[in-house]
């Protein structure tokens, strides 16, 4: 097989039966129509905004700075808007993606915002997976979509990954040897990034080859990256979206990690013929995000600037590092001989392997949970079940004085357990 240089055009061998059969709203496809001049509208089913009771927004940031919301925005925030997001908040979305990313095709691709990027994700899960399906998953993978993408019935392709993330010889090993070309894989899920549970990341190096398999094999990448503005130091690593020449990479980031995971505001990226689809289903289940929700995010982003974004994400990129920090120095001093770790290069997770101990499960579920300390085991984060002596810690809410005696309080457990 050669490897692809041509923008992909023709989508249709990845969209799953019931995504294809995903029509636009009748009634969504009304909103454009109404702002033109003259047009007197009684079509939609829009709410007459005289009854809402809400005239006024003001909140204050942490910095002291306060930010007040004009009256004619936040109407427009309160009534009905477009799918695809308040147009404001998704052309600053695109700026940005061009100004961090500078992707290939910078001016042919969409952006549609979602309550949260897990919302958009799962709808491209849908798009691109039917029942009985293989999908090609890095193993450990995040356990949010796992407990999504087992009830649709799709089979898992296990990748494995180690401390420089997914394995690209792994990744060619699964390819090249499956065989039926009829039902080999047309999509592969990474969290490239400080990845859930494991805290690594894929070096730009592996990147580059996973990219040019994923060419050779004509494979969908789904580049989930939640934490990639929680990179440890101040250069960020090149994103698959930004060596995208076909085309072929769908992009989910999220404000949760670094605005507010309750604001629920996230964003996927990529050819316009996907994201058109994901908005088409968003279309009938969801309209479209919380339109306050992306009013708090779009009037923060726009008080900031792309310069005091990057200041901000790098403050909080800094403060987990520093968390990272904390907890490593209680590991080695509490699990030294008793466990081992990857020190994590972005986000909030280290992925522990308990020395001695071949299976996690019960000594985190029980015994842990009756000493009073919580962490996840391993098992619940293979794509396939295995036993695992692993298990996730994350070090993002507690305090340096809470991690130590949580991780003292888990040594006690491994001796015990170890006896």
């Known amino acids: 097989m050669s490897t692809s240089t041509t923008k992909i055009t023709d989508y249709s061998r990845f969209i799953s039966p019931r995504s294809a059969r995903r029509a636009p709203s009748a009634i969504r496809s009304l909103a454009p129509l109404m702002s033109l001049p003259g047009m007197i509208s009684l079509g939609g089913g829009n709410p007459n905004p005289a009854m809402f009771p809400y005239v006024g927004l003001s909140f204050q940031l942490r910095s002291g700075e306060s930010i007040t919301v004009p009256e004619t925005e936040l109407a427009q925030a309160l009534q009905y808007s477009p799918t695809n997001g308040i147009p404001p908040l998704v052309k600053w979305l695109r700026d940005l993606q061009i100004s961090e990313h500078s992707p290939p095709f910078a001016g042919d691709f969409d952006v549609c915002v979602g309550n949260g990027s897990q919302d958009v994700l799962t709808k491209a899960f849908d798009m691109l997976l039917s029942e009985g399906d293989t999908l090609l998953c890095e193993s450990p993978a995040y356990v949010g979509s796992l407990a999504y993408l087992r009830p649709i019935g799709c089979k898992f392709s296990d990748v494995p990954s180690d401390a420089e993330g997914l394995i690209p010889d792994a990744l060619e090993n699964v390819l090249a040897n499956w065989n039926d070309c009829a039902t080999r894989p047309r999509v592969l899920y990474t969290v490239p990034i400080g990845g859930n549970p494991t805290g690594c990341s894929t070096t730009v190096e592996r990147k580059k080859r996973i990219y040019k398999i994923a060419q050779k094999y004509n494979i969908i990448i789904l580049e989930d990256d939640p934490y990639y503005y929680l990179q440890f130091g101040k250069k960020r690593a090149a994103s698959y979206f930004s060596m995208d020449l076909d085309q072929r990479v769908l992009r989910f980031d999220s404000f949760s990690k670094i605005l507010s995971a309750g604001v629920r505001v996230g964003w996927v990226t990529g050819p316009k013929l996907l994201v058109e689809r994901i908005a088409l289903h968003s279309q009938s289940s969801i309209l479209h995000a919380s339109g306050v929700s992306q009013l708090l995010v779009w009037k923060v982003l726009q008080h900031w600037g792309l310069d005091g974004f990057r200041a901000h994400t790098q403050d909080v990129s800094a403060f987990y590092e520093e968390k990272g920090i904390a907890f490593l120095r209680s590991a080695e001093h509490h699990l030294k001989g008793l466990a081992e770790w990857v020190q994590p290069n972005a ?52 305090t340096a004085e809470e991690i130590d005696i949580a991780l003292a309080r888990l040594a006690e457990i491994i001796r015990e357990e170890q006896k």
């Open 347 to 398: 986000g909030m997770f280290v992925w522990i392997k308990l020395l001695g101990i071949d299976d996690s499960a019960s000594l985190i579920k029980q015994k842990a949970v009756e000493k009073k300390v919580l962490l996840v085991p391993g098992f619940e984060f293979f794509p396939n079940p295995k036993t695992t002596p692993y298990v996730r810690a994350s070090f993002s809410t507690a």
